[in-house]
């Protein structure tokens, strides 16, 4: 299944709740394009709800740190809930874990941003 993104908002929290693969190809570019078009939009709190995303691949890891790094860069905060066991042990092996602000549940998550 190619990666779909749901956009809502709690207060001036972006959450983007994805579903399907982040991998080389569409599904690396929908996740660009959603957070282009966030930081465009002047979102600068954005939680990426992963409980969907039943597959990343290498390249699908590379645009999650282009995406926080993109983050970064427009002075926002980039933070992720809901980790598939796939996804969380592919962060652990590439030790990403310590990079991302991983949050187990959304309250957490959404209370965490400054």
């Known amino acids: 299944m190619a990666l779909q993104g749901t956009c809502r908002e709690v207060g001036d929290i972006a959450i983007v709740d994805f579903s399907g693969k982040i991998t080389l190809g569409e599904g690396s570019s929908t996740l660009r394009k959603t957070i282009r078009d966030l930081i465009d939009q002047g979102h ?16 699908g890891i590379g645009e ?51």
């Open 44 to 59: 600068r709190k954005i939680l990426l709800n992963l409980g969907d995303v039943d597959y990343i691949d290498s390249s």
């Open 64 to 114: 999650l740190v282009g995406a926080y790094t993109t983050v970064r860069n427009a002075k926002g905060e980039l933070k992720l809930v809901h980790l598939t066991k796939r996804v969380h042990d592919l962060l652990q092996i590439t030790r990403l874990f310590m990079v991302f602000d991983v949050q187990s549940d959304e309250s957490n998550a959404l209370r965490s941003f400054k």
